[in-house]
């Protein structure tokens, strides 16, 4: 059976389009709505009632658009978010694959977190890595200037590289050898984290993880595909405008590209 409605995507800021980016090579003719709650970012500082608030209002948002799936993008989102369907529609979060890929990495059994401190504060992480292997040692970091130093494209800065080895230094003298990256911005930051990690630490990116959980349900017929000559279409929408992040996405997307921007009222 296929379903040819787009699959909806959303994090409080940029953050979440470097999921969007592993969906959209992944499955190329798969349509994507992406929202992006930049008037209210970041999330990770909010409290988790205000998270949870923001969380329900961007999928009801989304469903009324006529999504066939929604993809939690945002980790703070996710950790108040553990749903599996939402009003009849499949929801996907970062939490449950981004800890199923770490477990299957790991050889040592201990793993890091970075996060937000919201995050870190909920022990979402820590909890479902522990659910799934009793015998994982879990630790965490949270790195609260890392989204604004994506949201401002500092991929590649001296400040940036200072910023990361602070708070990423102290974890690896854990011992661990898996990284998971707890914020979908940090992806952006990776190369600034690899240079504190080196290549014998492995990463964990939240977009690969939810990108291998929706083929395995495409193969078990929970997730519907479009037809197999269908055209791909993004559609970015904000909820405040500018020109910066546009052109901060294209940049990330690359070599995806969105056909539309827009600023929405959710």
């Known amino acids: 059976m296929m379903d040819s409605r787009p699959v909806g995507v959303f994090d409080s800021g940029i953050g979440g389009l470097t999921v969007l980016k592993v969906l959209a090579e992944r499955f190329p003719q798969e349509s994507f709505l992406y929202l992006g709650d930049t008037a209210r970012l970041p ?3 909010k409290s988790a009632l205000t998270i949870r608030r923001y969380s329900e209002q961007n999928v009801h948002y989304l469903l009324r658009q006529g999504v066939k799936a929604v993809v939690i993008a945002c980790n703070s989102a996710s950790s108040q978010f553990p749903e599996g369907e939402f009003e009849g529609v499949p929801v996907y979060n970062v939490i449950h694959p981004g800890s199923f890929k770490a477990l299957n990495l790991t050889k040592n059994k201990k793993i890091g977190i970075l996060g937000t401190r919201a995050t870190v504060k909920s022990a979402a992480y820590a909890q479902e890595l522990i659910r ?3 015998g994982v ?4 970091q949270a790195c609260p200037l890392f989204v604004p130093l994506a949201e401002e494209g500092w991929d590649d800065d001296p400040i ?6 602070r708070y990423v230094n102290p974890i690896v003298k854990t ?6 990256l707890g914020c979908t911005h940090y992806p952006i930051l990776k190369e600034a984290i690899r240079k504190v990690t080196g290549n014998s630490i492995e990463l964990v990116d939240s977009g690969e993880a939810i990108a291998e959980l929706i083929a395995q349900d495409i193969e078990r017929g929970h997730f519907k595909p479009v037809k197999e000559d269908a055209t791909q279409n993004i559609h970015i929408m904000t909820t405040d405008a500018s020109e910066h992040f546009n052109n901060l996405a294209r940049r990330i997307l690359e070599p995806v590209r969105a056909e539309q921007f827009s600023v929405v009222d959710i």
Not at 137 to 140: Q, W
Not at 175 to 180: A, F, K, M, R
């Open 160 to 165: 940036t590289n200072l910023v990361t080895y």
């Open 43 to 45: 999330y990770g500082s």
């Open 175 to 180: 011992g661990i050898d898996t990284l998971i």
């Open 132 to 134: 799934l292997d009793e």
């Open 137 to 140: 040692e879990v630790f965490s």
